[in-house]
């Protein structure tokens, strides 16, 4: 006959495989949402006629616009709330890391934009990117963003 200890012991090991397993499942639903999101999510652009301004918007899925209900409530589609006759760029890609907005400025000649808007950094975070070759991807953007911005 087991003792109490050892069949509390196996209790607490089926419960704690219990909820492991239910956090994984949990996990792998939150993962199909997200990518459902990022596979419908359209990243707002607005081409005025005669533009009063041009403004970049560059980076991951924030700058996508993933997850807001349409591309208008994306942070480029509130700016081109504000600012009708501005002309809005997006070049947002979900997934995006710092090291990929490196080389994206490419297309882009020296001061073509009024605003660069850069967001990026939370792909960076939970794939935990390298702090060092982070630090300096991140002057390269920043310079890069400067270069194509006034």
Do not use: W
Request: proline letters at 3%; glycine letters at 8%.
């Amino acid at each position: 006959m087991m003792s109490l200890r050892v069949k509390v012991v196996i209790l607490v090991i089926c419960l704690l495989a219990v909820y492991i397993l239910a956090q994984y499942l949990r996990s792998r639903y939150y993962v199909r949402i997200g990518i459902g999101l990022a596979e419908q999510a359209v990243a707002y652009e607005q081409h005025p006629a005669a533009p009063s301004a041009r403004i970049l918007v560059i980076g991951d899925s924030t700058a996508v616009g993933t997850g807001a209900t349409t591309p208008q409530d994306s942070t480029a589609g509130l700016l081109g709330r504000d600012y009708p006759a501005a002309e809005i760029i997006n070049r947002g890609v979900n997934g995006s890391r710092v090291a990929d907005l490196t080389t994206r400025f490419a297309e882009f000649t020296n001061d073509e934009f009024d605003v660069v808007l850069v967001q990026i950094g939370g792909n960076d975070i939970v794939r935990f990117t390298d702090y060092a070759a982070l630090e300096q991807n991140l002057h390269t953007v920043l310079a890069e963003a400067q270069r194509v911005g006034k």
